[in-house]
């Protein structure tokens, strides 16, 4: 009976370490996504920067007609440059939504998990109880002179 008590408590401690883990690497995702939205905010700076750059550098057009095309190469290179880090900074965000997910999915399952193993707990303290009180029964029957213990 101790076993199957002491392996009942080993399984909770287990699946208490695991929620905890699994809490832990779920404050990490949260903490990468505030950090990737902070660089959504930079990259949103950075758009306007690129934006107000370009308003320059169309006044500039008429001045430097001869220049035109460098810079026109260079304003396609940093757009380009800004879409593919949105793209990527959506396809992280994508990424991390999901394995907060699936985090989420496995805290519900390590809490049915705790819940079904406090009901077997119950349900072997109760045992024990019961067993208890039946070998206090018989004591108390042996002493009195009744039941197989004459």
Same mark, same amino acid.
Request: proline fraction near 0%; hydrophobic fraction near 30%.
């Given at each position: 009976?101790?076993?199957?008590?002491?392996?009942?408590?080993?399984?909770?401690?287990?699946?208490?370490?695991?929620?905890?883990?699994?809490?832990?690497?779920?404050?990490? =995702?949260?903490?990468? $996504? =505030?950090?990737?939205?902070?660089?959504?905010?930079?990259? $949103?700076?950075?758009?306007?920067? $690129?934006?107000?750059?370009?308003?320059? =550098?169309?006044?500039?057009?008429?001045?430097?007609?001869?220049?035109?095309?460098?810079?026109?190469?260079?304003?396609?290179?940093?757009? =380009?440059?800004?879409?593919?880090?949105?793209?990527?900074?959506?396809?992280?965000? /994508?990424?991390?939504?999901?394995?907060?997910?699936?985090?989420?999915?496995?805290?519900?399952?390590?809490?049915?998990? $705790?819940?079904?193993?406090?009901?077997?707990?119950?349900?072997?303290?109760?045992?024990?109880?019961?067993?208890? /009180?039946?070998?206090?029964?018989?004591?108390?029957?042996?002493?009195?002179?009744?039941?197989?213990?004459?």
């Amino acid at each position: 009976m101790d076993n199957s008590y002491d392996a009942s408590r080993e399984a909770i401690k287990r699946v208490v370490e695991e929620t905890q883990n699994n809490q832990n690497a779920r404050e990490d =995702l949260v903490q990468n $996504i =505030l950090t990737l939205v902070g660089q959504r905010d930079e990259a $949103i700076e950075d758009k306007a920067d $690129i934006v107000q750059a370009h308003s320059k =550098l169309q006044m500039e057009r008429d001045q430097l007609s001869s220049e035109l095309s460098v810079l026109q190469g260079r304003m396609t290179e940093m757009e =380009l440059a800004n879409a593919n880090a949105l793209r990527q900074r959506d396809s992280a965000v /994508e990424s991390a939504n999901a394995a907060a997910r699936d985090l989420q999915n496995h805290l519900s399952k390590a809490n049915q998990e $705790i819940g079904s193993l406090r009901a077997k707990l119950d349900a072997s303290e109760k045992e024990a109880n019961h067993q208890r /009180e039946r070998a206090t029964k018989k004591q108390r029957g042996k002493k009195r002179g009744r039941g197989k213990g004459k």
